[in-house]
Nanobody, 121 residues
Framework: QVQLVESGGGSVQPGGSLRLSCAASGDIFSINFMSWYRQAPGKQRELVARITRSGDTNYADSVKGRFTIARNNAVDTVYLQMNDLKPEDTAAYYC???????????????WGQGTQVTVSS
């Protein structure tokens, strides 16, 4: 099995910054992409940013220039640096990862439990 554990959420004023982390552990042979999603109350979960194993990234238009996704393959961890936060960034943030396990040739998608980010004055 594989577990993803997020950390780093919290409350911040508009214009502030937070850094989220998501560490994968368990039976991991390799990880393809790692992503951050978010879900605000009453809204659908949306992709925030994604990074491939080789470091290629893509971002939602709403966060381009403010958020940066990065990963450390040595420790199977993905990060999301969030700057210039706005009230509309308030949501539960979830990471996911496409993981290949040691004895299973087909990769599976795993999700973390989520961490809350609240941006308010």
């Amino acid at each position: 099995q594989v577990q993803l554990v997020e950390s780093g959420g919290g409350s911040v004023q508009p214009g502030g910054s937070l850094r989220l982390s998501c560490a994968a552990s368990g039976d991991i042979f390799s990880i393809n992409f790692m992503s951050w999603y978010r879900q605000a109350p009453g809204k659908q979960r949306e992709l925030v940013a994604r990074i491939t194993r080789s470091g290629d990234t893509n971002y939602a238009d709403s966060v381009k220039g403010r958020f940066t996704i990065a990963r450390n393959n040595a420790v199977d961890t993905v990060y999301l640096q969030m700057n210039d936060l706005k009230p509309e960034d308030t949501a539960a943030y979830y990471c996911n990862a496409l993981v290949r396990q040691t004895m299973i040739p087909e990769p599976s998608l795993y999700w973390g439990q989520g961490t809350q980010v609240t941006v308010s004055s």
